[in-house]
């Protein structure tokens, strides 16, 4: 009998485990994530307050879901680690005929002001890294250059 127990919960454990590991590759794996992670490394501000390499956390908070004809909502909190601190970035997307945009994508690093990663219109986001043009031009703050 306690051989059974035990295999019963092991077997839950891991089905629990594999759920949250596929979510996390799922979730980490999106559009909207990975915009968001791109634009938090390319962020004059956060590498300056968090140093390089900006890593995230293993399991994202949140939710995505997908609607018909294109349209969709996720809905995110990651922890981010760098080697000065820790963070945590707040991103909603919506998706609408296939194009997503962020009204919401914001950092919150320790006692400083929300750093503010919808700067630019969601299109020429996409183009842009702010961190890799100032190394080029050779002018970014003491910290981000590092």
Do not use: K
Not at 13 to 28: D, N
Not at 48 to 61: K, Q, R
Not at 78 to 103: C, I, K, S
């Amino acid at each position: 009998m306690p051989l059974a127990v035990l295999s019963a919960s092991a077997a839950a454990a891991a089905v629990v485990w594999l759920a949250v590991t596929q979510w996390a590759h799922w979730s980490r794996s999106s559009e909207p994530y990975q915009e968001a992670m791109r634009r938090a490394r390319c962020s004059v501000e956060l590498v300056a307050v968090l140093g390089e390499p900006i890593e995230d956390g293993f399991l994202p908070a949140g939710s995505m879901r997908s609607a018909p004809g294109g349209g969709g909502h996720s809905q995110f909190l990651v922890h981010l680690n760098g080697p000065r601190g820790h963070a945590r970035m707040f991103l909603q997307a919506t998706r609408q005929q296939g194009e997503w945009d962020y009204p919401m994508l914001y950092v919150l690093a320790g006692q400083s002001d929300p750093i503010d990663l919808t700067a630019l219109d969601d299109a020429e986001a996409a183009q842009e890294c702010a961190l890799r043009d100032c190394r080029a031009r050779g002018d970014c703050p003491l910290t981000a250059m590092l």
